[in-house]
Nanobody, 123 residues
Framework: QVQLVESGGGWVQAGGSLRLSCVAS????????MAWFRQAPGKEREFIAS???????YYTDSVKGRFTISRDNAKKTIYLQMNNLKPEDTAAYYC?????????????????WGQGTQVTVSS
């Protein structure tokens, strides 16, 4: 069984930066596609970024140029570097994994989820 554990969330002022980490444990595979999603109160969980095992990345438009997803297969860890944070980035951030090739923003393709880490950006 694969488990994902996120860390790195917290409080930051607008314009600041945070780096989220997600460590995978259990019977993981480096061929998993990994992704970050977020969910603000009262809103649907939305896609942020994904990265394939071949390091192909895909971002939603609202974070392009500000967020960077990366992975370290040796450490079974993915990262989300978030720069120039805005109050509208405030949400719980979730790591997800799917056993497919390529990248996608479709939630249903990801079958393993972490518990989330809260990010709060103040204006």
């Amino acid at each position: 069984q694969v488990q994902l554990v996120e860390s790195g969330g917290g409080w930051v002022q607008a314009g600041g930066s945070l780096r989220l980490s997600c460590v995978a444990s259990g019977r993981t595979s480096i061929t998993y596609t990994m992704a970050w999603f977020r969910q603000a109160p009262g809103k649907e969980r939305e896609f942020i970024a994904s990265i394939s095992w071949a390091d192909r990345t895909y971002y939603t438009d609202s974070v392009k140029g500000r967020f960077t997803i990366s992975r370290d297969n040796a450490k079974k860890t993915i990262y989300l570097q978030m720069n120039n944070l805005k109050p509208e980035d405030t949400a719980a951030y979730y790591c997800a994994a799917g056993s497919f090739t390529g990248t996608t923003s479709e939630k249903s393709w990801y079958n393993i989820w972490g518990q989330g880490t809260q990010v709060t950006v103040s204006s």
